[in-house]
């Protein structure tokens, strides 16, 4: 596609419900990322993955947080039993990544709200 | 371990005037430097960038940067603001592949 996609846009949980967001890259970008943006902060690295694998989920900050990138293209994060404290934005980016075109295109996120 | 500092959370200037806006650095090799700036409710959009090369990058909106090692640091400027600049900017740097960290943002407000 011509940008990042990103669904839902908008999404309210339930304090314990599991919730999926998905990520549609820009069609031949290797690299795709997980950012988390708390409000008034600048977003925070999740995950990244190189086609199909995930090279760094340094950044997931609990083992309820998961991401997928089965086939090298379309992402899924996933939170189980969602927290307060998930409450953020959370922004997907893809990237050539490799050479001079290592800038991140974002997605205008998804952002999440438990209640 | 990378790193950025933005030291103003907040900066106000009238339409027309020029504007600067700081960011620190931490980062072991030359680092890969970028601007993004996000409005309300948007993505990131990049602004400019830098690997290597021309210490003074040119970006999109009339904005450009200027690379100083000595002084680890990446300050975004613009001659002459415009009301449709007033977003919020941030300050991202990358290691060679991989993830960028970023800082926690300007606010960019214009006045009339």
């Known amino acids: 596609g011509a940008g990042v996609s990103q669904s839902p846009r908008y999404k309210v949980a339930k304090r314990g419900q599991d919730v999926a967001l998905r990520c549609d890259p820009i069609?031949?970008?290797?690299?795709l990322f997980w950012y988390q943006q708390a409000l008034g902060q600048g977003p925070e690295f999740l995950t990244y993955?190189?086609?199909?694998?995930?090279?760094?989920k340094s950044g997931l900050p609990s083992d309820r947080f998961f991401a997928e990138r089965p086939e090298g293209s379309v992402s899924t994060l996933k939170i189980q039993r969602t927290q307060q404290e998930d409450s953020a934005v959370y922004l997907c980016?893809?990237?050539?990544?490799?050479?001079?075109?290592?800038?991140?295109?974002f997605g205008e996120g998804s952002r999440l709200t438990v209640l | 371990a990378q790193s950025v500092t933005q030291p103003d959370i907040h900066i106000t200037v009238s339409e027309g005037a020029s504007l600067e806006l700081r960011c620190n650095y931490s980062?072991?090799?030359?680092?890969?430097l970028f601007w993004y700036v996000q409005s309300p409710g948007q993505g990131l959009q990049l602004l400019l960038k830098?690997?290597?090369?021309?210490?003074l990058v040119q970006g999109i909106k009339g904005f450009e940067a200027e690379f100083k090692r000595s002084q680890s640091s990446f300050n975004l400027r613009k001659p002459s603001v415009h009301w449709s600049d007033a977003a919020e900017y941030f300050c991202?740097?990358?290691?060679?592949?991989?993830?960028?960290?970023f800082g926690d943002g300007t606010t960019l407000t214009v006045k009339p």
């Open positions: 830098y690997f290597s090369g021309d210490t």
């Open positions: 980062y072991g090799a030359t680092p890969y």
């Open positions: 993955f190189q086609n199909e694998a995930q090279l760094d």
């Open positions: 069609s031949g970008h290797v690299s």
């Open positions: 980016a893809s990237s050539q990544d490799r050479g001079r075109n290592r800038e991140l295109f």
């Open positions: 991202a740097v990358a290691a060679t592949a991989g993830k960028s960290t």
